[in-house]
Nanobody, 115 residues
Framework: QVQLVESGGGLVQTGGSLRLSCAAS????????MSWYRQAPGKERELVAH????????NYADSVKGRFTISRDNAQNTAYLQMNSLKPEDTAVYYC????????WGQGTQVIVSS
């Protein structure tokens, strides 16, 4: 059974940091590219960051460049999103996605950044 379980969300003040985790099971994690998306209330889901299967290449939305870092540990079947210098506009539900032939999504974790 494929599972992606996000954790690490919460309430943080402007300028603070959070580290999100995405624990994967039920598929060969190391063969899948991983992405983090977010969806704010009333807005469409948007891509935040992406990392290739071996972790050799990453890319980011312009809005988070220099503040967020995506990484992965294929031995632990886990992807991460380190979020620094958080802003109120980063408030959203954050989802991880695994992609190879199919897309697998997690259930999301809420991040709230207070001003």
């Amino acid at each position: 059974q494929v599972q992606l379980v996000e954790s690490g969300g919460g309430l943080v003040q402007t300028g603070g940091s959070l580290r999100l985790s995405c624990a994967a099971s039920g598929f060969t994690f190391s063969r899948y590219a991983m992405s983090w998306y977010r969806q704010a209330p009333g807005k469409e889901r948007e891509l935040v960051a992406h990392i290739t299967s071996a972790g050799g290449s990453t890319n980011y939305a312009d809005s988070v460049k220099g503040r967020f870092t995506i990484s992965r540990d294929n031995a632990q079947n886990t992807a991460y999103l380190q979020m620094n210098s958080l802003k109120p506009e980063d408030t959203a539900v954050y989802y991880c996605k695994a992609k190879r032939f199919y897309d697998y999504w997690g259930q999301g974790t809420q991040v709230i950044v207070s001003s």
